[in-house]
Structure formats: C-alpha cells, structure tokens
C-alpha cells in the first residue's frame, strides 16, 4: 500500500494518484503489502 501523504489515505500499489484527495503519489513512501499471488499470501 502506498500511503498519501496530504491525507493519509491507504492506496494500492502501483497508484499514481490518491484515490482519495487526488494528490501525487510519486514522493509517497511504498509501505508494502500483500499480493495475491505473493508466497506467503
């Protein structure tokens, strides 16, 4: 998940833009998360 950072809004990897205020993701940390097809999903 990538997490705003004006909002603090949880986005899903791979989001340019928050889903929730629309700001740019670009500069936001990539916190991880888990993928469907990951190992230990």
């Known amino acids: 998940m990538i997490t705003c950072n004006v909002c603090g809004h949880l ?3 791979g ?3 928050c889903e929730n ?3 740019d ?3 936001s940390p ?3 998360g888990f993928d469907e097809d ?3 999903y």
């Open 11 to 13: 986005n899903p990897i």
């Open 15 to 17: 989001a340019l833009i």
């Open 30 to 32: 990539d916190l991880g």
């Open 21 to 23: 205020c629309g700001s």
């Open 25 to 27: 993701l670009s500069d």
């Open 38 to 40: 990951d190992e230990y």
